[in-house]
């Protein structure tokens, strides 16, 4: 199976703060790759998916880059409705899907 | 309203079986591919199964395989998990989730999910 290791596990941030998350594949996983914002007590969100292509209705500040085995979830002015976990997840090895271990956004 | 609402969740013993229902509405439930995706109590998201959109193709994690199994009633609009031999590490919500591609084979990530639901295994 692929491996994702995200980093860091968490992070303290302020609003307008400019936060970077970082998922590193074990293999080349040719841009697929999804990014999930999930807040306490409710199901995961969609964010990005192919890496960088922003899923209808969330907002610009949120983007992703990233190639080969290291991917890039940016949020450019943190808003404090996206203090959450944040995960990403590889589907270039299906139907062995794999997600990383979450990174968790708190305020300063 | 564009939605999935599990239901079925609950305590079960070790060893006992339990069957999740997923009920779709606002989109062509027949023409998605679908997905079982849970989270143990504080822990992080790990993928169950996968179903075609017709129906012809199933998936398993190494996790599951053997014990559970999806299927789906495209004349109800509804997915189903059926879990048998359940053990502790079963313990976790769960979620159902829409395929981000139409039809064929899918692409393997999720944009839309329930709002889940729990199922605890403890004798």
């Known amino acids: 199976d692929i491996q994702m290791t995200q980093s860091p596990s968490s992070l303290s941030a302020s609003v307008g703060d400019r936060v970077t998350i970082t998922c590193r594949a074990s293999?080349?996983?040719?841009?697929?790759l999804a990014w999930y914002q999930q807040k306490p007590g409710k199901a995961p969100k969609l964010l990005l998916y192919?890496?960088?292509r922003l899923e209808s209705g969330v907002p610009s500040r949120f983007s992703g880059s990233g190639s080969g085995t290291d991917y890039t979830l940016t949020i450019s002015s943190l808003q404090p409705e996206d203090f959450a976990t944040y995960y990403c997840?590889?589907?270039?090895?299906?139907?062995?899907?794999?997600f990383g271990g979450g990174t968790k956004v708190e305020i300063k | 309203q564009v939605q999935l609402v599990e239901s079925g969740g609950g305590v079960v013993q070790p060893g006992g079986s339990l069957r999740l229902s997923c009920a779709a509405s606002g989109f062509t439930f027949s023409s998605y591919g679908m997905h079982w995706v849970r989270q143990a109590p504080g822990k992080g998201l790990e993928w169950v199964a996968f179903i075609r959109y017709d129906g012809s193709n199933k998936y398993y994690a190494d996790s599951v395989k053997g014990r559970f199994t999806i299927s789906r009633d495209n004349s109800k609009n509804t997915l189903y998990l059926q879990m048998n031999s359940l053990r502790a590490e079963d313990t976790a919500v769960y979620y159902c989730?829409?395929?981000?591609?139409?039809?064929?084979?899918?692409?393997?990530?999720?944009?839309?999910w329930g709002r889940g639901t729990l199922v605890t295994v403890s004798s």
């Open positions: 192919a890496a960088s």
């Open positions: 989730a829409k395929d981000g591609k139409l039809g064929d084979y899918g692409d393997w990530y999720f944009d839309l």
């Open positions: 293999q080349g996983i040719s841009n697929s």
């Open positions: 997840q590889q589907y270039y090895s299906t139907p062995s899907l794999t």
